[in-house]
């Protein structure tokens, strides 16, 4: 009799959790924005309700980099024109002209990451929005160090509404930070395929973090060898072997959710920003690391 009462609780256990609703099973997930991106430019909605939410990029652009899609919300008081003036500086290979470009940047907007791409490989990354004016724009239509203009920025409008949702849960977390040894990346050695990742930028300036395939046998020696030949003007073979997947700029304190088609093998976590205190690469600083994807 003890052991059919105890089954008979153990049932109506069940039921009960069985009856209650979906959402309180299961976390909804958040809301998909569609980003289509291509030689010509990309398409985006205009407008979208506050929460988190997931901007899922897919390219058919030809070049080597694919596209590399961010979402930036500008100051009070910043012209979309200023804006897109001072981030085609950034990209100037001297550092006297990116450097101040990089603080003006800092000044005038929140910079809130993105995703890079590639045809046949989207990327994904979740992002919380406020009610306000964002824009999304492809940063490799500003790396030639001529800014295209105001109309390169596509206008998102997210409303007051707001929508229930949860952004992925993190399968590994990767921050960014200032320490005794230099400016570094802080990962696991494994990262396991398909994990989302949450990148966190602690340091105080905008970084980017870019996972790239690279060569057998590449060690952290032949990473800083390539990074100091880069700062020293003399461009060496780099040990990189394959397309780059990752977020473009992050401004200070702000995260994102990234889900990259990171396939297994060995990756160098790396980043192209000028140390903005001094115009250094911080990857010849030593912002630069190994990490096995399994």
Not at 18 to 43: C, H, K, M, N, S
Not at 130 to 146: C, I, N, Q, S
Not at 198 to 206: D, I, K, Y
Not at 235 to 249: K, L, M, R
């Amino acid at each position: 009799m003890k052991q059919r009462k105890i089954l008979g609780l153990v049932a109506a256990a069940v039921l009960c959790v069985t009856a209650l609703p979906a959402p309180a099973q299961a976390a909804r997930t958040a809301p998909v924005i569609e980003v289509e991106a291509g030689d010509g430019g990309f398409t985006a909605p205009a407008t979208h309700t506050s929460g988190p939410t997931s901007f899922r990029v897919s390219s058919t652009a030809t070049g080597d980099l694919g596209s590399m899609i961010g979402l930036v919300r500008l100051h009070p008081g910043t012209s979309p024109a200023s804006f897109t003036d001072h981030l085609g500086k950034v990209f100037s290979g001297d550092p006297e002209v990116a450097v101040p470009a990089g603080n003006a940047l800092m000044d005038e907007a929140e910079l809130l990451g993105g995703a890079q791409s590639h045809p046949g490989r989207t990327t994904t990354f979740t992002a919380r929005l406020r009610p306000g004016t964002y824009y999304l724009l492809d940063y490799l239509d500003f790396e030639d160090g001529t800014p295209p203009g105001p109309e390169a920025l596509h206008e998102l409008t997210v409303q007051r509404e707001r929508h229930r949702g949860h952004a992925p849960r993190p399968g590994a977390f990767v921050g960014m930070s200032r320490t005794p040894s230099g400016p570094r990346f802080h990962v696991p050695s494994e990262i396991r395929a398909g994990a989302p990742i949450l990148l966190t930028n602690h340091m105080r300036q905008v970084n980017e973090a870019i996972f790239v395939p690279v060569r057998p046998g590449t060690t952290r020696a032949d990473m800083q060898e390539f990074w100091d030949a880069a700062e020293s003007g003399e461009w060496i073979e780099p040990p990189f072997a394959g397309d780059p997947v990752g977020t473009p700029p992050l401004s200070h304190g702000r995260t994102v959710v990234l889900q990259a088609p990171l396939e297994p093998g060995r990756y160098a976590l790396i980043t192209w920003v000028f140390d903005l205190t001094d115009g250094v690469r911080l990857g010849a600083k030593g912002m630069h690391t190994l990490v096995t994807v399994k």
